[in-house]
């Protein structure tokens, strides 16, 4: 923490002086920042409370029925669901695989492009706004049905890739039909559109004041302990945001899966991501009490996997405003 | 903080000294690659605009880039093809909901986030683990229960579903990053505020809302790209064909056993693509123009 | 808002009371009846109504089919104007997802489009309308329809819904290619074997550009033929119709024709497997037959330069029967049964609602409307389709049941286990076996 706590600026806060020595914490001060932070978050507690916690509540209720989306006989049946999950559905085992495999081969990849291309445009030469802007679309069209469309195109048997790699004398697979690689076109997908945590990157690389570069480079440090020095710590932040909603994201990835695997989560389920599983099962087959418990094991297994996040980021997120959390 | 930007990994030095000679081959090397990526990420792009100048029994069967014949119909047909609803209707329909979630969006996570980041009250990290955990949950579980609190509003076939929920900061996501963007900025100014006799009202406007100008501004993109691409939420909530949105208008084109336009649904995707390109050239300046920070020194 | 399930058995309080509510209003409107049959356990037939009435209706289709239905919604007005429309429709996709939302949240149109797939599984939830006192009461006149597609309507004995149009599982070919290859185009009555061996050599002319045939064995609707062929359904009331012996037979013989090349590679046939008309093999050029509904014959050929033709399912036509193509089905708790019940007749029956509407939808159901529509049919691919559908109506087999509640499950579970062996991941034996344990939970639910 910072100055507020020396005597010597409670002093010039005529407000203040009312505050004993031992008991900083408390007082008008504090309590008028509790009043504010409750104002400032009233907004979302409202909206919290009415629009997401009691659907969540609710879903959380239905993941103990069999609810089929209009009950006749929408039963309570306990923990059913969820032994059954793990025990007896071999698809859900299935979508979980798919699902991580996913996670930790696009969300690193993706991370580093949308980095090295950050870097690559933060310096101000012409041209590099609409390079900017170019590398972003990508991500502007990501989730249309057009774009996975393409992808299918491109990536089938007589698509264009096979047609680069007949140049090397490569003859391609039916890598968008094949189960086998089928992720691999997805995966692709995911880290082409690496606008979207580029503009993040640039963002936060923007604010890194030019004079610790400068000063670096007078001392006589190179660029690449400049960038694990300066660089990358500054910039910890925004990694971490980055780091952290990417996975969750990619989690939770859905559109692409969906429309290259032709909406059912083909070819042989090998795009049937989780949310995808969850989306047929909740709307497909409506049974939406399975669904429900679906989603919460998602909420607690990424929910932990994010405090995991939080904790291990303590060693190496700097903040600038030392309020490290 | 001034408009000089740090030096990217590859790069020599540039500032000013020793390795000056160097940085022309640097720069040379670095456009090549840039030039290179830029090539190769937007492949598909040119291949979605080449398709939609395929005529359209040309766009299934013909896979490779160039079309044999190509033609503007399907510009022609997407637009004014529909003869029950003009795709300009649908267009003015996402940019109002677009528009508004993006107001909506980037007050109400603002004033979250400066809540969670700069305020000190009691439950704080309890309510942002909540918080962060609303990111979580599926949104396909929540919508029918959601469906069910907006149709007893009164609120179904309206933009008020899709707008309102934003407007008490439901999107984790922005307040999360506008959080991480706060919590950059250097407290030392918040003392300095409040020694001015500055509430944390005071030092929320006229300090910490400024600097977080690029947070905004990113939040402000995202809002509106998501917005305008989101297809299922629109689905569900929008009955009337003339309250349709872009995205829904561009399904309809590639019905099951409907009709099948594939031709217009390119076409009408590139140009769906046009509003939200401006928007973000437009407000990717003021990412470009960073920040003026000379209130920070001194 | 819809009540929380409850506890307990099926009989729970809330069915109970929605029942006494249906009693209580069908002991309401039968006061003001001025006929209709007494005492049925369905709700009893309402009097048509005099005052102003708004109804809601939903269907899916592109644009084409809504404009046909606005005009013949409008037409309606005209005859009956204190009647007035509300008019949602949309895509295919997501019309199912967007229906079960609203039905759950109570705020579903008063008449909704359905298929065969969507069907069982919301009547089973006894959200349609029940219609059999009503066309009991000829209210909806049924004499012009074929009692076989008429039955294809019910579900567990009562009349869900009524088919709009009619269709029949047809294959199609790439005419053009066939006759340029100088081979014989495919008949009625060719058995699958023939079909196969014929297909190999097509694949051979073509050297492996075009294979002779897509394969079928994903397909929920080509097994449903093969086994009506066979004397067998493919449900049994709610249980399958069939043995796991009956399915490893039939991945077999798909196996071979793969091995034979007859077939194409499974990455091809997956791309089709979806379902989208723009991707079948016989538009893509990559197979010359697909197999398809009758009246996506049409729809296919904009997609391809080449002619198509239509003609049945190889094996013995009786296996094919009249689909219903398309319902109405109305809203079990709309407040205006009567017209609802009045407006499903106006589309099937009435000749001018029958002209405007056409053959966009299928093969009108009306049997004079049919005739009289065909008549005034000038795109050649539709006559086509007519032609054929007429010539093998006579060989039809009986409907067969309307698919259960968990059909659309078992649907995706067949393409799931017959690319398993597309993809040679599994025997026909294991695949089979796997399919016959996956879908009798699916359809127990």
Known sequence: ?325 | MTAVLPRPVAAPSRAGGPARSRSVGGTVLRTVLVLGLLALVLYPLAWLLAASLKPNDEVASNLSLLPHAPTLDNYVRGWTGMQTISFARFYVNSTVIALGVVVANCVSCLVTAYAFARLRFPLRGMWFAVMIATLLLPHHVLIVPQFVLFKFLGWIDTPLPLIVPKAVATEAFFVFLMVQFMRSIPRELDQAAKVDGCSPFGIFWYVVMPLARPAVVTTAIFSFIWTWNDFFSQLIYLNSPDHYTVPIGLRLFVGGEGQTELGPMFAMSMLSLVPVFLFFLAFQRLLVEGINTEGLKG | MRSVPTTGTPFSRRRLLSAAVAVGLGAALTACASSGPTEAPAPQVAAMETGPVELTIFWWGGDARAQLTHQVLALYTQKHPNVTFKETWQANAGYIDKLNTNLAANSAADIFQLDDNMLGGVAARNQTLDLSNYVAAKRIDITKLSSSLVDYGKVGGKQAAVPLAENTPGMVFNKTLLTSLGVEQPQIGWTWEHLISWAKDVSAKTNYKTYGTMDPSADYKALWVWLRQQGMDFYNGNKLGFSEADLTRWFQLWKDARDQKAAPPADIIHVANAGDVTKQLVVTGQAATSFMWSNQMPELAKSTKDTLGVVSYPGDPKGQWARAALYFAGNAKTTHPAVVVDVMNFFINDPDAGKILGTERGLPANTDIRTSVQNSLTDPNMKATVDFENQIAPKFGPAPNVPPNGQSSVRTLLITEAEKVQFGQLSPAAAAKEFMEQAALKLTA
């Open chain 1, 1 to 325: 923490m910072v100055a507020t706590d020396t005597p010597a600026t409670d002093l010039r806060d005529r407000r203040s002086t009312r505050i004993p020595a031992k008991r900083r914490g408390s007082g008008v001060n504090t309590r008028r920042e509790m009043v504010a932070g409750y104002a400032f978050l009233s907004p979302w507690l409202i909206g919290f409370m009415v629009i997401t916690a009691i659907p969540m509540l609710y879903s959380f209720y239905l993941s103990f029925t069999n609810w089929d989306l209009i009950s006749n006989a929408g039963q309570y049946v306990g923990f059913r669901n969820y032994v059954r999950m793990f025990t007896q559905d071999p698809a859900f085992w299935n979508s979980v695989r798919t699902t991580v495999t996913y996670a930790v081969v696009a969300t690193p990849l993706k991370l580093a492009v949308a980095l090295g291309v950050a870097m690559l445009l933060s310096r101000p030469r012409r041209g590099v706004g609409t390079a900017r802007a170019l590398f972003y679309l990508p991500s502007l069209l990501g989730g249309s049905v057009a774009l996975a469309l393409v992808w299918q195109a491109l990536f089938s048997r007589a698509g264009a890739i096979n047609a680069f790699l007949a140049w090397f004398g490569i003859t391609g697979k039916p890598w968008v039909n094949d189960p086998q690689y089928v992720m691999g076109t997805i995966v692709l997908l995911g880290v082409w559109q690496f606008g979207a945590p580029m503009v993040i990157f640039l963002a936060g690389l923007k604010q890194i004041p030019r004079e610790l570069y400068e000063a670096a480079s007078v001392d006589g440090a190179g660029s690449w302990r400049q960038f694990r020095h300066i660089t990358l710590p500054s910039l910890s932040p925004v990694i971490f945001f980055n780091l952290v909603l990417e996975t969750i994201h990619s989690f939770q990835i859905f559109t692409s899966a969906y429309v290259i695997g032709g909406g059912q989560g083909g070819p042989v389920d090998a795009t049937k991501v989780y949310t995808l599983y969850l989306y047929l099962t909740g709307f497909g087959e409506s049974r939406i009490g399975y669904a429900s418990a679906l989603a919460w094991v998602f909420l607690l297994a990424v929910g932990l996997l994010t405090v995991v996040f939080f904790r291990t980021g303590r060693f190496w997120v700097h903040y600038s405003d030392g309020d490290e959390r």
